[in-house]
């Protein structure tokens, strides 16, 4: 039985045979002499692409591979002005960078190699980035002060009721939305519906590693008065029966919390003592912020209100449901932030 012909890549003495072959006969018998002599299966198409290609070559040897230009071009200076520049502008696009380079340097570099060198600069790019807040630099020492204050006493906040006020609304804000048309002729609107003026309501709580004060949800402006009217009916009650030993109160500097009327009535009830001082601009210190979130996301996804009452009702019922458990782990929070502030120099923690 005859051997089976095969087929294999091209050494470099059958290239060689190939060119000195063509020199004498067509390709259709230098096809069938590889056949017959070196039990090779190579069609014409393959030997006319073979001979086409080494026709203005000086070697039979692989082709170098070619060296990219751009690669060479990009010298550690140039990295160094990169990396300047999306320090200062942190959503500077490859696009801009290529623009920036080729007018300061007159350097042409794709945007493909401009990615690649900005991810070896350390550089990560997050679409829909979230904000945090802008911090002054006298803030930052503050900030990184109390928190240096917070270690060195190791501090465990577990006499400390943090309270806080935020706005709720009803909103369309959901994180998946699904859709269907009920049949092929109908267009339902892909987006969904959401209230020309939404119901807007104020909140008022706290909550400790003992549990959470009652909340109150108010409408229009929160002044001095108010907010002393809010601490009374609040606050007091839950001092009274979870903390008759004493406790710490922890607030943001609001000009309403730090009133001439409100030191009165903190000394009248006898917290001026309990007042602690904190640093401004710092929502991530305060762990209530936190279940704002947590609430905000429940009437979102989960209670999804309609009306004004089931606003007030949603609210309520997730305030309901913290445990003492719960809101000890919110509270918890705050000793993984504190470091977080330090190794910043003050900075938002990002949390």
């Not at 997050?126 to 917070?150: E, F």
């Not at 009306?307 to 918890?332: H, M, N, Q």
């Not at 120099?345 to 949390?351: L, N, P, V």
Request: net charge positive.
């Amino acid at each position: 039985m005859a051997a089976t012909k095969r087929s294999t890549r091209l050494t470099t003495r059958l290239k060689a045979k190939i060119l000195d072959l063509r020199k004498k006969m067509s390709i259709q018998k230098v096809k069938e002499t590889l056949e017959a002599e070196d039990n090779i299966n190579i069609s014409r198409q393959g030997l006319y692409a073979f001979l086409n290609a080494n026709r203005t070559r000086s070697s039979l040897g692989r082709k170098p591979r070619g060296v990219m230009p751009n690669h060479f071009k990009l010298k550690p200076v140039h990295l160094k002005v990169m990396d300047s520049w999306i320090n200062n502008n942190p959503e500077l696009t490859a696009s801009k960078i290529k623009f920036k380079l080729k007018e300061t340097f007159d350097l042409d570099i794709s945007i493909s190699l401009i990615s690649l060198r900005r991810r070896h600069l350390g550089w990560t790019a997050r679409t829909s980035a979230r904000a945090c807040q802008l911090i002054s630099h006298k803030n930052k020492k503050v900030r990184m002060q109390w928190c240096l204050d917070a270690l060195q006493s190791r501090d465990d906040f577990k006499d400390v009721i943090f309270v806080d006020e935020s706005s709720v609304e009803m909103t369309s804000n959901g994180r998946l939305f699904f859709y269907k048309p009920s049949s092929d002729i109908q267009k339902k609107c892909d987006r969904k519906p959401k209230p020309k003026h939404a119901y807007k309501v104020n909140v008022w709580a706290g909550i400790s590693y003992r549990g959470r004060t009652s909340i109150c949800i108010f409408h229009g402006i929160m002044d001095s008065l108010t907010y002393q009217e809010i601490l009374k009916d609040n606050l007091l009650p839950f001092v009274e029966k979870k903390f008759p030993e004493g406790f710490r109160l922890y607030q943001d500097n609001d000009s309403k919390h730090n009133s001439r009327s409100t030191k009165a009535w903190y000394e009248d009830n006898n917290l001026t003592d309990s007042i602690m001082s904190t640093a401004a601009s710092s929502p991530d210190l305060n762990p209530i912020e936190n279940v704002w979130a947590s609430m905000k996301l429940y009437l979102q996804t989960v209670h999804k209100p309609k009306t004004r009452d089931e606003l007030v009702s949603g609210i309520r019922a997730f305030w309901e449901s913290l445990t003492p458990e719960k809101c000890a782990k919110y509270i918890d929070h705050i000793h993984k932030v504190i470091p977080y502030v330090v190794l910043n120099d003050g900075e938002a923690s990002g949390f």
